[in-house]
């Protein structure tokens, strides 16, 4: 293969990467940010309490996260092809990876608002705060470090979903590094591949480093 056709391929598999990382990422961490809230302050006792429903959705969660990925991709084939039309490419792939982007983020969200200070959250109560002011102004601003950490690790799995994906055609790096590196034995595309999602991961993680050290300094500094 010439440079200037892998460089090509590695162009438009990397674009497809993050088109499927970036849409699943953003879907995902919306949808599962309330649902992590709600896990984390649900319990009997809790601010939010409803322990009943807290049961129903942490077992959702649970089921959902306990599938491996690559059954997940198969299991809702037919989900795929209502949103998206499709079964195969990049546009297919996002919709199972915003399924597993859910309640893998919604846990690590849970897991960040658990480690605030209760005694932030009585003194907030004292004062009369709403549930929803508590919410937002003292659990959310207080874990913002841990949720940005959890953020850029969901990011990176999700980069390593997205080349799962391609062994069922749904595109990206995974998808060329299949095709090219395993099926027709070309180890020097599959190690152009290796090394771009090393990149990719390497820049995205360091990214969210930053910025959590920043955010940590900026609660600390209030």
Do not use: H, W
Not at 137 to 152: D, N, Q
Not at 195 to 204: H, K, N, P, T
């Amino acid at each position: 293969m010439s440079p200037d056709m892998l460089i090509s391929l590695l162009t438009r598999g990397t674009l497809q990467t993050l088109q499927m990382v970036i849409v699943s990422g953003l879907i995902g961490t919306a949808l599962g940010l309330p649902i992590g809230i709600f896990l984390a302050t649900s319990g009997k006792g809790e601010l939010l309490q409803a322990p009943m429903l807290n049961r129903i959705v942490g077992l959702i969660v649970n089921a959902t996260r306990s599938t491996p990925f690559i059954i997940l991709v198969v299991a809702i084939i037919p989900f795929t092809r209502l949103i998206a039309g499709t079964s195969i490419g990049t546009q297919a792939a996002i919709v199972p990876l915003t399924v597993a982007t859910i309640p893998f983020f919604a846990r690590l969200v849970e897991s960040a608002i658990r480690e605030v200070d209760k005694g932030l959250i009585e003194a907030a109560r004292a004062m009369g705060a709403t549930p929803m002011q508590i919410v937002i102004k003292v659990l959310l601003a207080e874990s913002k470090p841990a949720i940005t950490l959890a953020f850029t690790l969901t990011i990176v799995s999700l980069i390593g979903y997205s080349a799962m994906v391609g062994a069922v055609g749904g595109g990206g790096l995974g998808d060329l590094g299949i095709r090219y590196g395993y099926q027709r034995f070309m180890p020097g595309v599959m190690l152009a591949v290796v090394v771009v999602l090393i990149v990719l991961v390497q820049a995205i993680q360091s990214a969210g480093d930053r910025l959590a050290r920043g955010f940590d300094k900026k609660n600390r500094s209030q």
